[in-house]
């Protein structure tokens, strides 16, 4: 929906991955009050090291975040997982609380047999929400139905730590922007080693229809033309207006036994007294 947003004024922006960031750090909050997670500052970058100290989370002064596992706290790490700085909040938060969540028993309670299995991949997940596989593409994605969004997978061998070493060459990545294949606003990167729990976490907060806040003057300008954007003020308003109808007590209805009367009024004639 056109809405021509002023520069202070809140917006309601879908499809949440167009929708810019905050221009907030989403994470720190989350982290540093994180039971017995550790933070240390290196020059201006936070760093964040888990309870068990097998993982590590970092924000770069560009404002993207970078998470590495390693089985030893001293080892060469098993997966990693980068967001670049234009990822959606949402986005970010959801990979990141699922992190926290389920790090302590590495998910186990997410895979199969475990309580809260849901045999959701990030494939199915997304079919759900009728993205598309491009045949014949190389790597191989699907695609959001409005085509601004990509899935991708690499298929074919290649070591891990030639994985970690170049995030390009990372095995799934998320990407979106009015061309998510050849020129991606944002990308999420995980290599091939990334717990599927976290994945599938991604990939349900990318697909969420659901519209995200914004400032309207962080919702990126080239993709203006590709969102529906409205005022935050004004659903809000009508959620209230939905709120109160529904909320309105119900006028009391005649029952079967009881024929309804018309009432009284000034001008309905009285009968003549008899004599």
Not at 173 to 189: E, M, Q, Y
Not at 192 to 200: F, H, I, V
């Amino acid at each position: 929906m056109p809405h021509h947003a002023t520069g202070g004024e809140t917006v309601l922006v879908a499809p949440r991955y167009l929708a810019g960031t905050t221009g907030t750090d989403p994470l720190a909050p989350l982290l540093d009050t994180t039971p017995d997670w550790t933070r240390t500052l290196v020059g201006p970058d936070p760093y964040y090291a888990s309870p068990c100290q097998r993982l590590r989370a970092a924000r770069r002064r560009e404002g993207e975040w970078s998470f590495t596992y390693a089985a030893d706290p001293l080892g060469i790490p098993v997966w990693s997982a980068h967001f670049d700085r234009a990822t959606p909040d949402e986005v970010l938060t959801a990979f990141a609380e699922q992190l926290v969540d389920g790090l302590g028993n590495y998910f186990a309670d997410h895979l199969h047999g475990g309580p809260r299995y849901s045999g959701l991949t990030p494939a199915r997940l997304l079919a759900a929400h009728e993205w598309k596989p491009v045949h014949g593409s190389r790597p191989w994605h699907i695609l959001a139905p409005d085509e601004h969004a990509a899935f991708h997978l690499r298929l074919g061998h290649l070591h891990d730590h030639e994985e970690l070493r170049d995030r390009d060459a990372a095995t799934w990545k998320f990407t979106a922007g009015p061309d998510p294949v050849k020129r991606p606003a944002w990308t999420a990167s995980l290599t091939g080693s990334t717990p599927q729990p976290l994945l599938t976490t991604v990939a349900a907060a990318v697909a969420d229809p659901r519209p995200v806040e914004r400032p309207a003057h962080r919702v990126p300008e080239r993709h203006r033309a590709l969102i529906d954007l409205r005022p935050a003020a004004c659903s809000a308003r009508v959620a209230a207006a939905q709120a109160r109808s529904t909320n309105r007590p119900a006028q009391p209805q005649p029952s079967a036994h009881e024929p309804s009367r018309p009432p009284a009024t000034a001008s309905t004639p009285r009968p003549a007294p008899k004599r």
